[in-house]
């Protein structure tokens, strides 16, 4: 939307750059406290709306260090080793969606999350008086819904052997996590709640509504039809910044950009982060016309 893209002209360059190294960072910070005393954790640095409210504002941050996977309340050899495991993959996503996206709408992604997570820990302590220890477990699962939204064919290996797709594994946990929504607790309620609410609102105020006007699906049509004849030896798609083609790889996918004048197609890699030909479309080579 117009405002989201005025927001990332003004504020784009204060854009903490490599945001998901960061966030890994304290994943593995977290893991070591809470293998040492997980009531470190809890006391001094968990997600506390009245700790905030009385200065201990800290823990918006430090409430991330709690790592993806922990199935009781101290950490064990089991969740030192899933989590060695499983903290890379979070970081595959992250640095993933920050190149394809920008880093300054990563940053506003990631951001949202946790303000909504501050903001629910501190309503519940201003309107029920007791503390509520939200984690960032549920952030995560947003993190790897977002990817999924953008990359659904792209596969992973279950334990290294089963390979599914993104868009699989995103509605098989939407299933399990919209079931301990309605059948779990207030906090894991409010953790599944805000987490969704966050990805709803980030493709809400990132969504660009041109590409469903009349023009725009006439000229995506007409175009498709331009290519529906493959001649032989010549690619299909072409990215009009890098040049990769479908050939580079299966899993590649291509998107035109509405806002570029002509037909112009961009790799997943290059979708969000070109700059958009502006101009007669007649002065400029068709990125459609593929070598």
Avoid at 14 to 37: H, N, Q
Avoid at 200 to 225: D, G, H
């Amino acid at each position: 939307m117009k405002f989201f893209s005025k927001l990332e002209r003004k504020f784009g360059r204060y854009a903490v750059k490599d945001l998901p190294r960061y966030i890994v960072m304290l994943y593995a910070a977290g893991l070591l406290v809470l293998f040492v005393s997980p009531q470190m954790y809890f006391q001094f640095l968990s997600l506390d709306g009245g700790a905030i409210l009385h200065g201990q504002v800290w823990r918006v941050i430090t409430f991330m260090m709690y790592p993806p996977v922990v199935f009781g309340g101290r950490i064990g050899l089991v969740d030192v080793i899933l989590n060695i495991m499983i903290i890379p993959t979070y970081y595959f996503l992250g640095s993933t969606l920050e190149r394809v996206w920008g880093s300054f709408r990563f940053n506003v992604y990631f951001l949202l999350g946790i303000l909504g997570h501050v903001l629910g820990a501190v309503v519940c302590y201003l309107i029920w008086g007791v503390n509520i220890y939200l984690t960032p477990m549920f952030l995560n699962f947003s993190l790897f819904i977002a990817f999924a939204l953008m990359f659904p064919d792209i596969e992973f290996f279950i334990w290294g052997l089963l390979p599914v797709k993104a868009k699989y594994l995103a509605i098989a946990e939407t299933a399990i996590y919209l079931y301990q929504f309605v059948t779990g607790p207030i906090i894991t309620k409010l953790e599944v709640g805000l987490s969704l609410m966050n990805v709803i609102l980030f493709f809400l105020l990132t969504k660009n509504v041109q590409r469903f006007s009349p023009k725009e699906i006439k000229r995506k049509q007409e175009f498709k039809a331009q290519v529906k004849m493959k001649p032989a030896g010549k690619t299909r798609h072409r990215c009009a910044v890098c040049g990769r083609t479908e050939e580079d790889g299966p899993q590649m996918e291509f998107r035109y950009c509405s806002k570029c004048v002509g037909s112009y197609e961009y790799c997943q890699d290059h979708l969000y982060t070109h700059q958009h030909v502006t101009g007669n479309p007649q002065d400029f080579p068709d990125s459609s016309k593929n070598n």
